[in-house]
């Protein structure tokens, strides 16, 4: 079972702001020991939302790119861990031990949600 975990973004990680030395550490631990245990896959923080951009698909076939940055901060994601465990209960052991995304002392939330397996779409789209 694949889960990502999602690092939700906040103001100063949109304004291009890296984690601080110890946040950086503990992060940096954390991964450590997901590859230890052998369920880490993959790990990064992502550029903040002035680098990206978005693709509007409208009723009539329509597309639009629309270029950041973007505001809706409680809802942009500014890194992720993906993990390979056994359970769900055995990804929620994970998730409870991530480190807390603003360091201590600051109210945060970070997100964990099931990748689907291949095959779960059935034959028409596999790879």
């Given at each position: 079972?694949?889960?990502?975990?999602?690092?939700?973004?906040?103001?100063?990680?949109?304004?291009?702001?890296?984690?601080?030395?110890?946040?950086?550490?503990?992060?940096?631990?954390?991964?450590?020991?997901?590859?230890?245990?052998?369920?880490?896959?993959?790990?990064?923080?992502?550029?903040?939302?002035?680098?990206?951009?978005?693709?509007?698909?409208?009723?009539?076939g329509q597309?639009?790119?629309?270029?950041?940055?973007?505001?809706?901060?409680?809802?942009?994601?500014?890194?992720?861990?993906?993990?390979?465990?056994?359970?769900?209960?055995?990804?929620?052991?994970?998730?409870?031990?991530?480190?807390?995304?603003?360091?201590?002392?600051?109210?945060?939330?970070?997100?964990?949600?099931?990748?689907?397996?291949?095959?779960?779409?059935?034959?028409?789209?596999?790879?």
């Amino acid at each position: 079972m694949r889960f990502m975990i999602m690092v939700k973004a906040r103001p100063q990680s949109e304004a291009g702001g890296m984690p601080d030395k110890a946040l950086t550490a503990s992060m940096t631990e954390y991964h450590e020991q997901l590859a230890q245990a052998g369920v880490l896959l993959d790990a990064s923080g992502l550029q903040p939302t002035a680098m990206g951009w978005r693709v509007h698909f409208g009723a009539q076939g329509q597309r639009q790119v629309v270029d950041g940055p973007f505001t809706e901060g409680q809802d942009l994601v500014a890194g992720y861990t993906l993990i390979q465990v056994r359970s769900r209960e055995e990804a929620v052991e994970w998730t409870q031990r991530f480190p807390a995304p603003m360091g201590p002392g600051w109210n945060a939330e970070i997100e964990a949600r099931q990748l689907h397996e291949p095959g779960g779409f059935g034959p028409s789209i596999q790879p």
